[in-house]
């Protein structure tokens, strides 16, 4: 029905009724709902489409939410974008802007203080008021490798992601930086796993220990591999 209105409207519920073959009552049992969770908006039909006597009929058409819900072309602009920005300067071009992705994210965590713990929490906060479904668990308890599983359930640019892999290496150096530890990714939405998955050891690095392209962490356990692709 919302697509109905997003094709028709604005749209009176008699004119969906017999768009859909369905009753004006049972239209109206959908709409009143949809209207309530601002999937749908009414407005007062124009002046010069009002016909005959008693109160005319509202139109309805999409409101936010639905807009929302409705398919989007962002990922394919995002793409071509992306694309051209290769083909026209080159990869570090790319690099670049998938480091300014996560610059505002660095931004707001700079300076962050307590534990590797504290601080893993501090960041799964602000990833989760970002849309990425972010989650921290132990990993190896007791064992040489201790530390924790960073999770992600959810990535608000995953398709982008599969074709350009630089977006999760910037996060990944991003998540380095605020963290001051090494982080090694494990699994990601980008390469078909269920869940993005980073093990966080829990000693910090002095400046001379990070090395970012350094991910030798050992991934024996059970409890680190949790979460990466059959």
């Keep these: 029905m919302r697509a109905t209105v997003a094709e028709f409207g604005p749209v ?14 049972a239209v109206r049992r959908h709409l009143d709902p949809m209207v309530a969770e601002g999937v749908l ?17 509202k139109d309805y058409v999409v409101g936010s939410a639905g807009h929302d819900a409705l398919p989007a072309g962002y990922d394919d602009l995002a793409l071509s974008a992306l ?14 802007f998938a480091n300014r992705r996560f610059a505002a994210l660095e931004h707001s965590l700079a300076g962050l ?17 970002q849309g990425y479904s972010a989650s921290s668990r132990p990993a190896a308890r007791g064992t040489a490798a201790e530390g924790l599983q960073l999770c992600q359930g959810h990535c608000p640019v995953q398709r982008v992601a599969e074709s350009f892999p630089q977006l999760c290496e910037a996060e990944r150096r991003t998540f380095e930086r605020i963290l001051g530890t090494r982080v090694q990714r494990l699994a990601t939405l980008a390469h078909g796993d269920h869940v993005c998955t980073s093990f966080v050891p829990l000693e910090a690095l002095t400046q001379n220990q990070h090395d970012p392209q ?5 991934t024996a356990t059970g409890d680190q591999t949790e979460g990466r692709r059959s």
């Design 12 to 25: 009176t519920a008699a004119r969906i009724a017999e768009l859909l073959g369905l009753t004006v009552a």
């Design 41 to 57: 908006e009414t407005r007062e039909p124009r002046a010069d489409a009002r016909r005959g006597r008693g109160r005319p009929a």
């Design 83 to 96: 694309a051209y920005l290769a083909e026209v300067q080159g990869p570090q071009a790319v690099e670049d």
């Design 113 to 129: 203080e307590g534990t590797v713990p504290e601080r893993v929490q501090a960041l799964v906060e602000a990833l989760a008021a």
């Design 214 to 218: 350094d991910d030798t962490v050992a």
